[in-house]
């Protein structure tokens, strides 16, 4: 179920944080814990809409979160929020195995009206210039992985966390275009968003994080106590 704020934001355009993060297999339960103790201060950022957990359906301790927002300008807002902050440090250095982080804006959403879209330039690092996201609610069908073929970086099913029983297919594509072929093939029933993907970083690779901080090398320890890292914990 979607806030309620959601139907008249779409409208207006959306932008949407995809997190994929590998977390210590001791530490699931803790991160849990964190993300819950941000919920109140997340709701409450202006242009925020929806967010949404689940774990992965093919790796232990992956999970991806997905949150959606009115505009770029909103996920700025949150990245820049002082208990986000200190939650981030604590994720980086001692939660996080790996993450991979990616920001765009939401071209296609099958239960909305016409998007109205601000920006057209696309991640220069990552292979998969779009992904959809196709959302399965629970006792419905989840549709199968796109065909391998050059086109499609990579897919993956996931469970719901936030709401039990839903699943959700995640699919990179190389292009807008090809993924614009599949979602034209796809039958009515669950939901499809396309997302143009805009910035494409994560622990390690920070080329098109929005500002600087220092990769981290595995295994490496803390770099600086308290230092805050740009990687939206969302």
Not at 54 to 68: D, G, I
Not at 157 to 186: F, N, P, V
């Amino acid at each position: 179920m979607l806030d309620a704020r959601d139907a008249a934001d779409m409208n207006r355009g959306m932008f949407a944080v995809l997190f994929e993060v590998q977390i210590k297999p001791w530490e699931w339960d803790r991160y849990l814990e964190l993300a819950a103790t941000l919920r109140p201060e997340l709701v409450k950022v202006p242009g925020f809409i929806h967010n949404e957990r689940y774990s992965s359906e093919r790796t232990e301790c992956r999970l991806l979160s997905v949150s959606l927002w009115e505009s770029e300008k909103a996920v700025v807002r949150w990245r820049t929020h002082g208990l986000h902050h200190e939650v981030q440090d604590l994720g980086r250095f001692e939660v996080f195995d790996d993450y991979h982080l990616r920001v765009g804006e939401v071209i296609a959403d099958s239960a909305s009206g016409e998007l109205r879209a601000t920006r057209s330039d696309v991640t220069e690092v990552g292979v998969a210039k779009a992904v959809t996201m196709t959302e399965v609610e629970p006792g419905e069908e989840c549709p199968q992985s796109p065909r391998p073929s050059a086109d499609v970086v990579d897919t993956e099913h996931y469970t719901g966390i936030t709401t039990e029983g839903k699943r959700l297919l995640l699919a990179s594509w190389r292009t807008e275009e090809r993924a614009d072929a599949w979602l034209a093939e796809q039958p009515a029933g669950p939901r499809y968003r396309q997302v143009r993907i805009v910035r494409d970083y994560g622990l390690r690779d920070r080329a098109e994080a929005p500002q600087y901080f220092a990769p981290v090398e595995a295994g490496s320890a803390r770099e600086s106590p308290g230092e805050p890292s740009m990687a939206p914990w969302t």
